[in-house]
């Protein structure tokens, strides 16, 4: 029974565990919870699908992992794939509907990469992850770090009205206005956002 339901093991509890597992629990939420939410966004999502987002993820895998250190919920490559796959699918819908039309596919979207990785799961095809060679893998890391970056370029600044897509003629033509809106930067914002940085 253990072997398929780790949690199992956790009983009886012991006090001195108490602590630790709640020193981690408080780390954990306080990086997971603004994490999540920056991700949502990045996906082009509101705020509060990150969080749905974070705490099953990370409350199966502590019901069901083995491992003790793992990392789980919305990644900022997720978000950005999900925001460009979505933006394609969602651009011909009137502008009343974009939005509600959007989360829907996000979830539907997410309901069929779960199914799909549970089936690779239950039928250990993890091995097929080492077809896809390195410079592709490098390449897809790097550029999506780039649009992310890029995308961030206005809040960082505090330029207001300029919602950057993950699209990328959509990423042009929005860089494009921000740099036409340079005289707005709020040099507080600037200030705080690059020594943050630094």
Request: contains cysteine; charged residues 10%.
């Amino acid at each position: 029974m253990k072997k398929y339901f780790p949690f199992l093991k956790w009983f009886p509890v012991k006090a001195e565990h108490l602590k630790a597992d709640l020193m981690a629990g408080i780390t954990v939420a306080l990086l997971l919870v603004p994490q999540s939410m920056a991700y949502a966004e990045l996906a082009g999502l509101p705020a509060r699908f990150g969080l749905y987002a974070a705490i099953f993820p990370v409350a199966m895998m502590a019901l069901f992992g083995n491992l003790h250190q793992i990392s789980g919920g919305p990644t900022a490559m997720t978000s950005i794939i999900t925001a460009s796959v979505l933006f394609q699918l969602t651009v011909e819908f009137p502008a009343e509907l974009r939005e509600a039309r959007y989360i829907e596919l996000a979830i539907l979207l997410s309901i069929a990469v779960g199914v799909c990785r549970l089936a690779m799961g239950i039928f250990k095809l993890s091995s097929l992850v080492n077809l896809i060679s390195h410079p592709v893998v490098a390449g897809f890391t790097n550029a999506a770090a780039i649009v992310i970056a890029l995308s961030q370029l206005p809040k960082l600044l505090g330029v207001s009205g300029i919602k950057i897509p993950q699209e990328f003629m959509g990423l042009l033509k929005s860089l494009s206005l921000f740099f036409s809106k340079l005289h707005e930067i709020h040099p507080l914002s600037a200030i705080l956002g690059i020594a943050s940085l630094l």
